[in-house]
């Protein structure tokens, strides 16, 4: 039993698709200001990673690089610093934003407008139900287009973390554990 779960690792290792494996290590390096901001916040962790994934090109976009935006984030939100001359908001590091967007989904309009989203038991019924609640204005221009586009972007991320037992809701619980499947990444 323990070789065959040693080849199935193996097989799912290997073949990760190169998004796949940037996703594994945005996860890893963002670790210490992804965990905090999720902590208790009713939103998976494949979820967010997912997002912030695509959103900042895993961290790579010059907003998130300069600004420590990781999802185009506008105006000057709670954790916020500043905003750029085109309306940008500025975060004083990656966990400050990760907790504006964490903050964001649980109280915009009094915690209303995302709360099917927060209640799904799930990351990928989550993400759909953001997107339809009007989170998604992704790159792609079509609405429907777009947020099925986003949706099925987000799928390979969030099984490569379901995968790696890492994709679900962080509570006080299971904080310690989550820290070290992170910390135990092979990528």
């Known amino acids: 039993m323990v070789h065959q779960q040693i080849i199935l690792f193996n097989f799912h290792y290997n073949h990760m698709t190169a998004g796949q494996k940037k996703c594994l290590q945005f996860t890893k390096k963002?670790?210490?200001?992804?965990?905090?901001?999720?902590?208790?916040?009713?939103i998976f962790v494949a979820t967010a990673v997912a997002q912030k994934?695509?959103?900042?090109?895993?961290?790579?976009?010059?907003?998130?690089?300069?600004?420590?935006?990781?999802?185009?984030?506008?105006?000057?939100?709670i954790y916020a610093t500043g905003k750029t001359s085109k309306g940008?908001?500025?975060?004083?590091?990656?966990?400050?934003?990760?907790?504006?967007?964490?903050?964001?989904?649980?109280?915009?309009?009094?915690?209303?407008?995302y709360a099917k989203a927060l209640?799904?038991?799930?990351?990928?019924?989550?993400?759909?139900?953001?997107?339809?609640?009007?989170?998604?204005?992704?790159p792609f221009n079509d609405q429907t287009k777009n947020a099925d586009n986003y949706i099925k972007h987000c799928k390979s991320y969030v099984e490569i973390l379901?995968?790696?037992?890492?994709?679900?809701?962080?509570?006080?619980?299971?904080?310690?554990?989550?820290?070290?499947?992170?910390?135990?990444?092979q990528i």
Request: hydrophobic share 35%; proline share 5%; with cysteine.
């Open 162 to 185: 379901n995968q790696r037992g890492i994709g679900g809701k962080i509570t006080a619980v299971n904080l310690a554990a989550y820290n070290q499947a992170i910390k135990n990444l």
């Open 119 to 138: 209640k799904q038991t799930n990351p990928l019924d989550q993400i759909w139900w953001l997107v339809y609640s009007g989170y998604c204005t992704s």
């Open 30 to 42: 963002y670790q210490s200001d992804l965990i905090p901001a999720l902590s208790e916040s009713n």
């Open 88 to 113: 940008w908001a500025i975060f004083p590091s990656p966990k400050a934003c990760f907790m504006s967007y964490a903050s964001f989904l649980n109280t915009i309009e009094n915690g209303q407008r």
């Open 53 to 77: 994934s695509i959103e900042s090109g895993y961290g790579t976009s010059s907003l998130a690089v300069n600004y420590n935006n990781f999802g185009g984030i506008k105006g000057k939100p």
